[in-house]
């Protein structure tokens, strides 16, 4: 072997006849089952191979791929493992000069195959497939970097790859302990063909560029969809984990692009299938984060969002048709209801690894997606319609409240802007009670910024606030004017809230928790007063009970007030307050204790009927809070008048009842300038006389001027469209006229005594003087 290889290297043109012999010797002993002398030619390729890199080592590679090809044809495990150890060997070599016409088509093609082998012996079966999977990575290291050869990432190629070392990988052991990255493995594991698989797919991901990225997921997508691996998930996710640890970072959205891809595909597939899809997309959202996750961020929640609205269709009708599927139903809606918790799941998992930017924007993004009465968005009618909105509603909200849970921002002008706000508060005035508890919810999440939450969680009247231990920070200038542009609108649902009679003991502690975040967190003395005022008009819901509310309910508000009115007298530090409020607590204690949290917020709540025959004792008066803040420095005037919500333009616009009387105001303030009344009657002489008809016939002209504009209402909207068109061209024409006389007197000057202009030589003058040369009087300058 010394002799040979000395002789090859002194003499590398004889090289490709050496091979080309031991070839051909190879190939014989093969045939005549010489094994013996055929590892001895292998052994001598293999030596000559590592020794030689001669420019002429091309011609030697073909006879030694042939001979490999011959081995791994054969159909003896030994001779199989034999030249794909070789191969693996020749893998390793970095070649001097390229080759145009080597293929590896068959290579792909045996060590695909050898990956499934099923051989009897399990031992032979391991080594048999762990041999596949060294030659597959013999294969992709030899030609992945060279730009020559045969490109790897063809389809054709991928299609055979991925699927075997996916299969390899399936017969790990179903557990989640998995790591992420590769880390020190026993020499045991190192051994079995599930570790060498995932080294091998992590290896081939981690060399894939841009453009290769989409061959080598799919097949993966399609691996799982075939052998149904979706349903139980651990395999899928494992996988993706494993793909998304191994690309590039910034090629992460191109793997999110192809699982949203895949759930389109699959809108009709069972719901397990469609929530595995899901939470995979869940897990591959989340590593992500750290990678290149911007272009697709809306594509992602739309994808999703689509996907909801599909399975919320498909529980009511209980087929993906749309048809008649009776049978099925209930299992339907129990497995879209799990589909659908996991594409909330994802949406907030999602939506957490964001920038608050973006946070902001997918809320926005989601709000207006959600259908409202009051928008243009189309509400479906009847009771199918109805059922929709209502599910799509709570779906959309519940979405909401994931993004919210994770959204952290101190600027609550950021937080909420404008055009989310107006429409999250429109949806907390709907009839339906677990839309309005979402609405809370969905508010609370954003102005609790300092996790001051569930320490509201019950409603008590604690004596001592200190035990909270309150996370407090004074107001910023950002959150005054927050609280400027939008405080009434919040005061306002808060009080629309409290006087709905589906409330439960949810939606108070909701309300409850509201009251004292926006004190702790937005609060000035501005702002805390009309939180007073607030609750002291809730308490008068409850005292005056116009809208006929139940015992419950009643007792609710009052126990709300004195729970609020309790934490906020001992946050302002008052101390005549603090014993105003005290006192009030201590004779509901005595006389009406269920006037009191306690007795109220309970599982079950101790009651009165005889709500109307209270004492004035046990209730918080405006006049007394008034006084004793007052006397510390707050605004008496502003705390002694009673809460009442301002009207919005919806309500003013809900308020007008044609379209006649809308435009009336406008149409008498044009009709008094109009060319009828042009030519004005002399100024009248003001006598006795004339006061007393005044007084006399003020009715009649009353009657007459209704009957004016009446009839100028009723000629604007019955008239043609000439004459109205007309009547506004002769207004135009007398403007303009009368802005003519103007320009006329500005330029034309001023008359002198004497009535004309004389020059230096006696002759009058006729042209005008420029209005920058004419003499004002004094008081006329500026």
């Known amino acids: 072997m010394e002799k040979l290889t000395f002789y090859a290297l002194s003499a590398p043109e004889k090289l490709d006849r050496i091979g080309a012999y031991l070839s051909e010797r190879l190939i014989r002993d093969v045939s005549r089952h010489r094994y013996g002398y055929v590892c001895i030619a292998m052994e001598a390729l293999d030596q000559l191979l590592m020794a030689c890199h001669c420019q002429s080592i091309n011609l030697f590679v073909e006879s030694f791929l042939k001979m490999v090809a011959k081995l791994l044809e054969s159909e003896k495990p030994n001779l199989q493992i034999l030249g794909t150890n070789s191969f693996v060997k020749f893998a390793n070599i970095e070649e001097d000069t390229p080759s145009y016409h080597r293929s590896y088509d068959f290579f792909v093609s045996r060590f695909s195959e050898m990956c499934h082998s099923s051989h009897d012996d399990l031992d032979i079966r391991t080594k048999i497939r762990m041999s596949g999977i060294k030659g597959l990575q013999g294969v992709v290291r030899k030609t992945v970097n060279d730009e020559l050869q045969a490109n790897i990432w063809d389809p054709q190629h991928m299609d055979k790859i991925v699927p075997s070392l996916l299969f390899n990988l399936q017969h790990v052991e179903e557990s989640e302990s998995r790591s992420p990255s590769p880390l020190q493995a026993t020499e045991k594991e190192k051994e079995s063909p599930t570790e060498l698989a995932e080294r091998c797919l992590r290896e081939l991901l981690g060399r894939a560029a841009y453009g290769n990225i989409k061959n080598a997921i799919k097949p993966v997508l399609i691996h799982l969809d075939n052998h149904s691996l979706w349903e139980p998930k651990i395999f899928a996710t494992c996988c993706f984990r494993i793909i998304m640890y191994s690309i590039q970072p910034q090629h992460s959205h191109l793997v999110i692009q192809q699982l949203l891809g895949h759930l389109d595909a699959n809108s009709k597939s069972a719901a397990t299938v469609r929530a595995g899809i899901v939470e995979v997309l869940s897990e591959a959202a989340v590593i992500a984060a750290s990678g290149s996750v ?68 997918v809320m926005v993004f989601i709000m207006n997606k959600v259908p409202l009465p009051s928008t243009q968005q189309s509400i479906e009618a009847g009771k199918a319609g109805e059922n929709r909105n209502r599910l799509t509603q709570i779906m959309l909200l519940k979405s909401l409240l994931q993004v919210s849970v994770g959204f952290q921002c101190s600027n609550m002008l950021t937080a909420l802007p404008s055009v989310f706000l107006d429409r999250l508060l429109s949806a907390a005035l709907v009839e339906d009670a677990e839309i309005r508890l979402f609405v809370l919810e969905i508010l609370i999440s954003f102005i609790d910024r300092h996790g001051n939450r569930q320490k509201f969680s019950t409603i008590s009247t604690i004596s001592d606030i200190s035990v909270l231990k309150l996370k407090v920070d004074k107001c910023s200038r950002q959150d005054t004017v927050f609280m400027k542009k939008h405080g009434q609108q919040l005061y306002r649902h808060i009080y629309l809230i409290c006087k709905e009679e589906s409330n439960v003991q949810a939606h108070y502690e909701a309300l409850y928790s509201m009251l004292m975040l926006i004190s702790i967190e937005l609060a000035n003395e501005e702002v805390m007063v009309d939180l007073i005022r607030l609750v002291l008009a809730v308490q008068e819901i409850a005292q005056i009970n116009e809208d006929n509310l139940t015992a419950y309910n009643r007792c609710a508000l009052f126990a709300l007030g004195a729970a609020y009115l309790n934490l906020i007298s001992q946050l302002t530090t008052v101390p005549t307050f603090c014993q105003h409020i005290h006192e009030v607590i201590q004779m509901r204690q005595k006389e009406a204790p269920y006037l009191l949290p306690e007795d109220v917020f309970v599982e079950r709540p101790r009651l009165s009927k005889s709500l109307d025959r209270l004492g004035p004792e046990v209730f918080f008066w405006q006049s007394k809070i008034s006084e004793v803040l007052g006397g510390s420095g707050y605004n008496s005037d502003r705390l002694s008048t009673p809460y009442v919500p301002q009207l919005t333009d919806e309500d003013r616009l809900s308020k007008r009842k044609s379209i006649g009387e ?37 009715v009649a002209v009353e009657e007459q001027e209704r009957e004016r504009r009446r009839q100028v209402v009723e000629k604007f909207q019955k008239a043609p469209f000439e004459e109205i068109a007309a009547h506004c061209g002769a207004r135009a024409t007398l403007l303009q006229s009368k802005l003519n006389q103007i320009f006329e007197i500005t330029i034309r000057p001023p008359p002198s005594p004497s009535g004309a202009i004389t020059a230096a030589y006696g002759q009058p003058q006729n042209h005008s003087i420029p209005v920058y040369e004419m003499k004002f009087p004094d008081l006329c300058v500026y």
């Open 294 to 361: 911007g272009p697709t961020v809306l594509e992602v929640f739309n994808t999703l969002l689509r996907q909801l609205r599909l399975s919320i269709d498909y529980a009511l009708t209980g087929s993906y048709d749309c048809g008649t599927g009776v049978s099925t139903k209930i299992i339907k809606e129990h497995e879209e209801r799990m589909f659908q918790e996991a594409v909330i799941k994802t949406i907030g998992s999602f939506a957490s690894t964001l920038p608050t930017y973006q946070q902001s924007e």
């Open 662 to 698: 809308t435009i009336s105001l406008q149409v008498e303030v044009e009709s008094r300038n109009s060319p009828e009344r042009e030519q004005r009657a002399p100024a009248e002489e003001i006598t006795y006389e004339t006061l007393k008809k005044a007084i006399v016939d003020s």
